[in-house]
C-alpha cells in the first residue's frame, strides 16, 4: 500500500507542478485556465493522499467547479485574444530572478524542516470538520459566511452594467 | 486463487458493469429516443434497420465514424480536441459514485454495491458533475464561432445557476440522512413509507420526506444535462447548433454521448438519493437472502427498472414541453428554485433540529 | 429594590429621551408628550416611595445608594456611576420632578402649535434627567456632567426658536456665562481630589468633618476656603449671582415654561444645591461664608432695584429670581442652611406659578410681554389672574403665604446674628423685600387692572388658556398657598423640612455651632416688622400704578430712573471692560496663530511635499512594479529565515 | 515514505511558479489566477502541517481560506470586468492610472 501513496503522491504532485508551469507559459487565457483547472484537481489529489477527503472535495466544488468556471466565463466574456509575445524587458528579468531565487529559497527552507510525526487526533472526514466548526471556529464560521454575502454584494454592484443616465450621475 | 484475488476480480467485475450499464444505455436511449417520439407524433421512426429498427443507433455510428473530422480555422486545436472529451467524463465519474446494488458477502468480506465508497461521496458526485460545464464551455469557445461561443457561454451561466439549486436541494437530503456516504443514504431507504423504529429517524424514501427537494432537483436535472425545455445551450433556433456547431464525426458523437451518458448519471442520482436506490416494497419477501449474489442481482434490475422510467420520462418530457427563455430560464433558476431550496432546507433543519 | 428603583428615577428620562429621539419620525406628537410628561411623573413617584424609606433619623446621614455601572478608573481614582438619595437630595428631587411635571402638562398646551413640539421635550426630558444626575449624583464628576448638563439643555432650551438671531445669542451668553463658573466648579473638584484623594461627595464631607474633629482643619483653614470660595464662583454662574448675573434675564427669550422650569424653580437653585452639599466646607472657612453672604445680599438688592423698572412682564420676573436666589445665598452665607433650602421649595412653587401665569397670559396676548401695553386683563383671563394673585402674594412675602415663612426664616437668622455683617445684610435683605412687594404689585396691576392697553392684533385673539395649562396653574397655587407649612417658625415647633434635613447639615452647624435659639416675642416682633416693611411696600405700588403705568410709561433721560432703566448698564460696562479687552487679545491670538503657528506647518506641509515629490517616483502605478518590490521584502524574510 | 516535508517542497514549487507567472505576464487575469495558485500552495502546506497537529482543524482553516478565495475571486472578476469596460484591456502595464 505504501508504494501505491507514493505512486499517488508522486503523480499528483508532478500534474500539479506541470499544469501550474503551463498556466504561466501558455499564452491563452483559456489554456491557462484549463491548465489551472488540472493544478487544482492535483491538489485535491494531494489533500487526498494527506485524508482530507472534505476538504478535497471541497476544493473540486468551489475552485474547479466555481472559481475557475468564472474565470472561463470572464475570458470569454471579454473575448481575449492571445497574448502576443515581446521582448522581456528589465522587469521582467529581475522578476524572473527573483522567482527563482525565491523557489530555492522556499525549498531550503521546506528541506530544513523535521517532518513531525504524523499523530493527528482527528481526521479530516466532514462530521469532524462540522464539530471543529460549530465549536471552536463558530465565529470565523460565521465571519466567513459574512463576507462572502459582502462580496456578492459587492460584485453585483461593481459589475453591474450601469445605465447611461446613471453614468453621467456619477461623472457630475 | 487467493480470497483477496477473487475479491479484487471482483471489484474489477464490477467496474465493468457500472461502466458498461453507463455506455451499453446510451444506443438503447438513442432508439428509445426516437421511437418514443415517433410514437407521441404518429410516426413510425426508425424500422427498417434490424428488426424493429433496432440496430439503427449502431448504423448512425458507423455513419459519424466515417464522417470527416473537421476542425475550424483559427481554432485552438488542442482545446477543441479535448472539449467533447471533457464532457464525456464527469458523467463516468459520476456513475462510479452510485450504489447501483446491495452489498453481498464475497470471499469472507462484504463487496460494496458501488464502484467508489467515498465518505463524502455525496459532495464528490456533485463536484465532478460540476466539471461537465468545462467541455461545454470550451467547446464553445474553441470553435472560434460566434453561435457556439455563445452557446457556450450559455450553457456555463445555466450549468452554474442549476447547480445551486440542486446542490441546496441535496442539502435538505442530507440533512434527513445525517451522512454524506451515498451507500449509507440508500440504505436508509430500504423501506417504502415509514420511520425508523430504532433510530427514530425516516427510513423511507426520501421522495416522500423530501417532496420539494425532489422536484426542485428534477427540475435542475433537466437544466443540467440541457434537455428541452432547458436546452437553450444547443438551441437549433437561435444558435444553429449551440456548442456542438462547428463539431462533426467522432467528436460529435462524444459531445452527443456525453449527453445521454450525463442523462444516466443524473437519473441515477435521482434514484439513489430520491427514490429507495435498488430497494423496492415487496423486495425482501422473494425469499433472497440479502447479503448474497442473487439479492444483489435483483436490486440491480430494480435500479435500472427505476432508471429506465426516469428515462422515459426525460425523453417524454422532450417531446411535450417547449423550450424556455433564456431569461425565463434564469429567472426559474435564481428566483424561484434557489430560494424554494433554500427554504426548504431551513425547514428540513428546523425539524430535523427539533426532532 | 429601592436601589433598583433609585435606579430606575435617573434612567427613565433618559430612556424617554433615546424613544423620543430615534422614534421622532413615528411617534405622533401627542403621544410624544404624554411619554415626556410621564418620564416625569413616574420619577416623582419612585421618589416618594424610595424617600419614605430614608426618613429614620440615624447618626449616619440616612440615605440610599446604588451603583449603575463603574466609569473612572485609573491611578488612585475609582468613580463610578453612582447614586445617592438622602434627604437634601430627595428634596431637590421631588421638586425637580414634580415641578417639571406640571410644567410639562403646563407646555403640552403651550408649545402645541409650535412646529418644534417633539423637540422640546426631547429636550425638556433631558434636562430633566441631567438635572436628576446632579442632585442624585454621589460623586463630584457625576455632578459636574449633570451640571453641564442641565447647562447644555440650557442652551439649547434658550435658543429653542434659534431662528432668530437675538434667541440664539442669549443662548450663547448664558453658555459662555456659565463657563467662567463651570471653570471655578472644575478647579474645587481639582483641588478636592488632591486635598482628599477621592471624589466621593460623602467621603469628602465625612472625612473633612473629622479631619477637623481631629484638627487636621483648624477653622479659618486656607485651603478649604480656597476650595469653598471657587466652589461659589461656579455657583455664582449657575445661580446667576452678582458679577455673573447677566445671563438670566437674557435667557428669558426660551419658551416660557422653560423659563419657570430651568430659569426659576431647579437648575438655578443647582448652585444652592452645591453649596448646602458641602455647607461643612463653607461651615469652617468663614471668609467664605461671609463672601456668599455679601454677594448675596448685593445680588437680591441689586436685582430688585432693576425689576422696579423692568418693562417686560418676564423680565421683571427674571430679575426677581435673582434677586430670590441672593436670598437663599443670603441664607447660606449667615449658616441658615435649612431656611435657604426651605425657600428654595417655596420659591418653586411661586416663581414657577408666576412664570406659568405670565406665560399664559403671553399665550393669551399672542405673544406680547411688553406689561405697559397690557392691563385690565382681570375679567378675560380669570384663572390665570387669581392664580397670579395667589403668586404675587407669596413672592411679596405676605402672611400665610409660602413666601412669608421661608423669607423671613432667612432674614430672621441674619438680622438676630451677631458680629457687624449679619445684621448688615439682613437690612439689606430688609430693603429687599420692600421692594420685591413693590415691584410685584406694580406688574400685577399693571398686567391685570387699570385700563385696557393691548394693540389691536392682542385684543382680537384674547382667550383663557386650556385647561392642560391653567390646571398646573391651580395646583401651584395652592402649593404657593399651603406650602409654608412645611416649615413653620421655630417658636411653632413644627418644622417637617427642617427636621428631615437636619441629619444632612448637622456636621455643618456643629462646626460653626448651633445657632442659639431666639425667645418667642423676639421672633415675632421681627416678623411683624417684616410683614409691615411688605405691606408697605404692596400698598405703595397697589396705590401707585392704580390707573395704569403713569409716569413710568416714557423712558426717562437721567437720574436714577434712567439708570434702573437700563439696568445699571451692568451689559454695557462688561461690554467695554470685559469684552473689549477680550477681543484685543483675541485679534493678538489669531495673529500669532495665522503668522507664527500656521508657518511652521505650513514649513512642515512643504517639507513633507517635498519629500514626497520623491517618493511620488516610485509609485508609478503599473502593479508589477509593486509586485516586484514586494517579492523581493518576501525573499529577504524568507532568507532571514534560513 | 511520503512525509510533510515533500509536500512543503511541492507547496514550494507551486508558490514559486504562482510569484513568476505574477511578474511575468501582463494579463490581469492571467496573473490573478496566479494568485490563486499561491493561495492553493500555501492552502497546501496548512492541510499538510496539520497531520502532525489536528487535521480537522486545519482542514477548517483551510475551509475558511477556501471560502475567502472565493469572494476575493468574486470582487476581483468583477473588478478586472468594469476595468475592461472603462479601459477596453486587460494588460496590466497599461492600466497605471487610478482616474479613469
Known amino acids: 500500500m505504501e508504494v501505491l501513496e507514493r505512486v499517488a503522491f508522486y503523480v499528483m504532485a508532478v500534474i500539479a507542478v506541470a499544469s501550474a508551469l503551463l498556466v504561466v507559459v501558455n499564452r491563452n487565457p483559456v489554456a491557462s485556465a484549463m491548465s489551472l483547472v488540472g493544478t487544482f484537481l492535483a491538489v485535491a489529489g494531494l489533500y487526498l493522499t494527506l485524508n482530507a477527503t472534505f476538504l478535497s472535495a ?78 471552536d471556529y463558530l465565529f470565523p464560521f460565521e465571519m466567513a459566511s459574512l463576507l462572502l454575502l459582502v462580496a456578492m454584494v459587492g460584485v453585483i454592484v461593481v459589475a453591474r452594467r450601469r445605465k447611461p443616465e446613471e453614468e453621467e450621475e456619477g461623472e457630475a | 486463487m487467493s480470497d483477496t484475488q477473487v475479491y479484487y476480480l471482483a471489484y474489477l467485475v464490477k467496474l465493468l458493469v457500472v461502466f458498461t450499464l453507463a455506455v451499453g444505455l446510451v444506443p438503447i436511449l438513442v432508439y428509445a429516443e426516437r421511437r418514443v417520439s415517433a410514437l407521441m407524433q404518429f410516426r413510425w421512426g426508425p424500422n427498417r434497420v434490424g428488426p424493429f429498427g433496432l440496430l439503427q443507433p449502431f448504423a448512425d455510428m458507423v455513419k459519424l465514424l466515417c464522417k470527416e473530422d473537421l476542425v475550424p480555422e483559427r481554432a485552438s486545436k488542442v482545446l477543441f480536441t479535448i472539449a467533447p472529451a471533457l464532457t464525456c467524463i464527469p458523467p463516468f465519474l459520476v456513475m462510479s459514485f452510485i450504489p447501483v446494488a446491495p452489498s453481498f458477502a464475497l470471499a469472507g468480506r462484504e463487496m460494496k454495491g458501488v464502484v467508489v465508497d467515498s465518505p463524502v461521496g455525496i459532495l464528490l458526485l456533485l463536484a465532478l458533475s460540476s466539471l461537465t460545464v ?132 443524473i437519473s441515477s442520482v435521482l434514484v439513489a438519493l430520491f427514490l429507495g436506490g435498488w430497494h423496492f416494497p415487496g423486495m425482501h419477501a422473494l425469499g433472497l437472502q440479502p447479503g448474497t449474489l442473487p439479492f444483489t442481482i435483483l436490486g440491480l434490475l430494480v435500479f435500472l427498472a427505476k432508471i429506465g422510467v426516469l428515462l422515459f420520462f426525460f425523453i417524454h418530457v422532450r417531446w411535450t414541453l417547449p423550450r424556455f427563455r433564456y431569461d425565463q430560464l434564469m429567472r426559474i433558476g435564481w428566483k424561484v428554485l434557489l430560494p424554494l431550496a433554500l427554504l426548504n432546507v431551513l425547514v428540513t433543519g428546523a425539524v430535523v433540529a427539533g426532532s | 429594590m429601592q436601589e433598583n428603583l ?238 455673573l448675573f447677566v445671563w438670566l434675564p437674557d435667557a428669558m427669550a426660551g419658551p416660557t415654561p422653560v423659563s419657570a422650569l430651568i430659569h426659576a424653580a431647579t437648575m438655578v437653585t443647582a448652585g444652592i444645591y452645591m453649596v448646602a452639599r458641602f455647607s461643612v466646607f463653607f461651615a469652617l472657612a468663614p471668609v467664605a461664608s461671609a463672601v456668599v453672604a455679601i454677594v448675596g445680599a448685593l445680588t437680591a438688592f441689586v436685582s430688585a ?17 435673582c434677586s430670590q436666589l441672593g436670598y437663599m445665598f443670603l441664607g447660606l452665607g449667615v449658616g441658615a442652611y435649612g431656611a435657604a433650602v426651605f425657600h428654595v421649595v417655596t420659591h418653586a412653587f411661586f416663581k414657577a406659578l408666576l412664570f406659568l401665569g405670565a406665560g399664559s397670559v403671553i399665550h393669551a396676548l399672542s405673544h406680547e410681554q411688553n406689561a405697559m401695553k397690557m392691563g385690565g386683563l382681570k375679567p378675560h383671563l380669570p384663572r390665570t389672574h387669581w392664580t397670579f394673585f395667589v403668586g404675587c402674594f407669596a413672592l411679596a412675602g405676605i402672611f400665610p403665604f409660602a413666601g412669608f415663612f421661608s423669607k423671613d426664616k432667612i432674614l430672621g437668622e441674619a438680622l438676630l446674628g451677631h458680629g457687624w455683617l449679619f445684621p448688615l445684610v439682613g437690612v439689606l435683605g430688609l430693603i429687599t423685600a420692600l421692594m420685591t412687594a413693590f415691584y410685584t404689585f406694580r406688574l400685577y396691576r399693571l398686567v391685570f387692572t387699570g385700563p385696557e392697553r ?75 416688622v417684616s410683614l409691615a416693611v411688605v405691606i408697605g411696600g404692596a400698598w405703595w405700588a397697589w396705590n401707585r400704578f392704580a ?11 437721567s437720574g436714577l430712573p434712567f439708570l434702573l432703566e437700563n439696568k445699571w448698564f451692568v451689559d454695557e460696562i462688561y461690554a467695554i471692560f470685559v469684552i473689549g479687552p477680550m477681543r484685543g487679545t483675541a485679534l493678538l491670538a489669531g495673529f500669532f496663530d495665522r503668522y507664527v503657528i500656521d508657518g511652521i506647518v505650513n514649513g512642515l506641509a512643504r517639507l513633507c511635499d517635498l519629500c514626497g515629490a520623491f517618493v511620488r517616483l516610485l509609485q508609478n502605478g503599473a502593479v508589477h512594479t509593486y509586485a516586484l518590490l514586494f517579492l523581493a521584502g518576501a525573499v529577504y524574510l524568507v532568507c532571514s529565515l534560513l | 515514505m511520503i512525509t510533510v516535508v515533500d509536500y512543503y517542497v511541492v507547496a514550494s514549487i507551486l508558490f514559486a511558479i504562482g510569484a513568476l507567472g505574477f511578474l511575468l505576464r501582463k494579463n490581469v487575469l492571467v496573473m490573478f489566477m496566479s494568485v490563486e495558485l499561491m493561495l492553493n500552495s500555501a492552502n497546501l502546506v496548512l492541510v499538510a502541517s496539520a497531520k502532525s497537529f489536528d487535521l480537522a482543524r486545519g482542514s477548517a482553516f483551510a475551509l475558511v481560506s477556501v471560502a475567502v478565495a472565493a469572494a476575493e475571486v468574486g470582487v476581483g472578476l468583477a473588478i478586472i470586468i468594469a476595468l475592461f469596460r472603462l479601459k477596453a484591456t486587460v494588460d496590466a502595464e497599461e492600466i497605471t492610472n487610478l482616474r479613469g
Open chain 1, 58 to 135: 471541497i476544493q473540486v466544488l468551489v475552485y474547479a467547479g466555481a472559481i475557475m468556471v468564472l474565470f472561463l466565463f470572464v475570458i470569454m466574456l471579454l473575448n481575449l485574444e492571445r497574448e502576443p509575445f515581446d521582448l522581456p524587458g528589465f522587469g521582467r528579468i529581475a522578476g524572473f530572478a527573483l522567482s527563482v531565487v525565491l523557489l530555492f529559497s522556499l525549498i531550503s527552507l521546506a528541506l530544513n524542516a523535521t517532518a513531525r510525526p504524523e499523530t493527528s487526533a482527528r481526521g479530516g472526514s466532514g462530521a469532524e470538520i462540522g464539530d471543529v466548526f460549530f465549536s
Open chain 2, 134 to 265: 468545462y467541455g461545454l464551455a470550451i467547446g464553445g469557445w474553441a470553435s472560434n464561432s460566434k453561435y457556439s461561443l455563445l452557446g457556450g457561454l450559455r450553457s456555463s451561466a445555466q450549468m452554474i445557476s442549476y447547480e445551486l439549486a440542486m446542490g441546496v436541494s441535496v442539502l435538505a437530503v442530507l440533512c434527513v440522512a445525517g451522512t454524506l456516504n451515498l451507500t449509507e443514504i440508500v440504505y436508509r431507504q430500504t423501506q417504502f413509507f415509514g420511520f425508523d423504529a430504532t433510530s427514530g429517524n425516516w427510513a423511507g424514501w426520501n421522495v416522500f420526506a423530501q417532496p420539494l427537494a425532489f422536484v426542485i432537483f428534477l427540475i435542475a436535472a433537466f437544466a443540467e444535462t440541457n434537455r428541452l425545455p432547458f436546452d437553450l445551450p444547443e438551441a437549433e433556433s437561435e444558435l444553429v447548433g449551440g456548442y456542438h456547431t462547428e463539431y462533426s464525426s467522432m467528436k460529435f458523437s462524444l459531445f452527443f454521448m456525453g449527453e445521454y451518458i450525463g442523462m444516466v448519471g
Open chain 3, 6 to 243: 433609585l435606579e430606575l428615577i435617573i434612567l427613565i428620562p433618559f430612556a424617554s429621551v433615546a424613544v423620543q429621539y430615534f422614534l421622532h419620525r413615528v411617534l405622533p406628537a401627542r403621544l410624544a408628550g404624554l411619554i415626556a410628561c410621564g418620564a416625569v411623573l413616574v420619577p416623582f413617584l419612585l421618589t416618594v416611595v424610595v424617600g419614605r424609606g430614608i426618613g429614620s433619623a440615624a447618626p449616619q446621614v440616612p440615605a440610599v445608594t446604588a451603583t449603575i455601572a463603574s466609569w473612572l478608573t485609573g491611578g488612585g481614582l475609582e468613580v463610578a456611576f453612582g447614586l445617592r438619595l438622602d434627604p437634601l437630595s430627595c428634596a431637590w428631587t421631588l421638586v425637580v420632578t414634580g415641578i417639571g411635571f406640571l410644567i410639562h402638562v403646563y407646555s403640552l398646551g403651550y408649545m402645541h402649535h409650535d412646529p418644534g413640539f417633539k423637540r422640546f421635550f426631547i429636550y425638556m426630558n433631558l434636562f430633566i434627567g441631567s438635572m436628576l444626575a446632579l442632585v442624585l449624583g454621589d460623586s463630584l464628576p457625576l455632578l459636574f456632567l449633570g451640571w453641564e448638563g442641565v447647562g447644555l439643555c440650557s442652551y439649547l432650551l434658550i435658543g429653542f426658536w434659534f431662528e432668530d438671531m437675538d434667541n440664539a445669542r442669549a443662548g450663547q451668553k448664558a453658555f459662555v456665562v456659565n463657563r467662567i463658573g463651570d471653570l471655578g466648579f472644575l478647579l474645587a473638584m481639582l483641588m478636592i481630589f488632591q486635598t482628599f484623594g477621592t471624589l466621593d461627595i460623602a467621603t469628602v464631607t465625612s472625612s473633612l468633618s473629622a479631619g477637623h474633629a481631629q484638627g487636621l482643619y483648624p477653622l479659618g483653614d486656607g485651603r478649604i476656603t480656597l476650595i469653598a470660595l471657587l466652589l461659589f464662583v461656579g455657583a455664582c454662574g449657575k445661580s446667576a449671582q452678582l458679577p
Open chain 3, 305 to 321: 432695584t432693576i425689576a422696579l423698572r423692568q418693562r417686560d412682564i418676564k423680565k421683571v420676573l427674571a430679575y426677581s429670581t
Open chain 3, 454 to 528: 393691548l394693540d389691536d392684533h392682542a385684543r382680537a385673539h384674547l382667550h383663557e388658556s386650556p385647561a392642560t395649562m391653567t390646571l398646573p396653574l391651580v395646583i401651584l397655587a395652592l402649593l404657593s398657598i399651603v406650602g409654608g407649612a412645611l416649615s413653620l417658625p421655630a417658636f411653632a415647633h413644627f418644622d417637617l423640612l427642617g427636621d428631615y434635613l437636619r441629619p444632612i447639615f448637622a456636621s455643618a452647624l456643629a462646626v460653626a455651632g448651633e445657632h442659639a435659639h431666639h425667645a418667642v416675642n423676639v421672633e415675632v416682633a421681627l416678623m411683624l
Open chain 3, 547 to 557: 390707573e395704569g403705568p403713569g409716569d413710568q410709561l416714557p423712558l426717562p433721560q
